[in-house]
């Protein structure tokens, strides 16, 4: 049976909530996870990293009925919103897991129905980085797409630009057919790899 995106059924995004601080220290991951909402025990987790390697986000992968609920809390990008995806990481050609600064190993979303985007059980909802100094974000949300088990070995990326869902107007045009192209179906024109994480337990 299909799963529907997250945020397109009645179990979809439960809470985007976006902090801010006027702290001039960078807290560490950890506090700002345990000052956000209830911190989840995850069945499967990752830590992302930047391409120097510094740690962007904690993710956390819970059990529930409807497939995952998913806990994602990050800091150290720019301000604005950034695609958040799980992606396929099942391509030995192009590497395994984050490897280099582009982040190309871990191949395009995951999607094992052969949709296009925004149907890839992969799609998720996008994160909100405050402003000020540092600036943060916290999302936390429930999903059908997946269930933990399924996306173990897969890895997250976090992407430069905002998802526009392959939601464009009728004025972009590609080949002179109104409409999303090509791209913008397989990715949302989400732009650039900033963070990577491969899941495990």
Known sequence: ?????????????????????ACTSRPSLEEIESESQEALVGVANTVMRDAAGNQIALVRFGQHSVGSRVQITATGLSTGIHAFHVHANNDPANGDGCVGPD???ADGHYNPAGLTHPNHAGDM????????????????FITSNFTPDEVKGRALILHALP?????????????????????????GDAGGRLACGVITD
Do not use: H, K
Not at 1 to 20: D, I, K, N, T
Not at 125 to 140: Q, R, T
Not at 163 to 187: F, H, K
């Open 1 to 21: 049976m299909l799963r529907q995106p997250s945020y397109q059924g009645a179990l979809g995004m439960l809470a985007v909530v976006a902090l801010a601080s």
């Open 103 to 105: 982040f190309l190993s």
């Open 125 to 140: 909802p996008v994160v909100f980085f405050s402003a000020g100094s540092p600036n943060f974000g916290f999302a936390n």
């Open 163 to 187: 998802d526009n869902c392959a939601n464009i107007p009728a004025r972009y045009t590609a080949a002179g057919v109104p409409g999303p192209d090509t791209v913008t179906l397989a990715t």
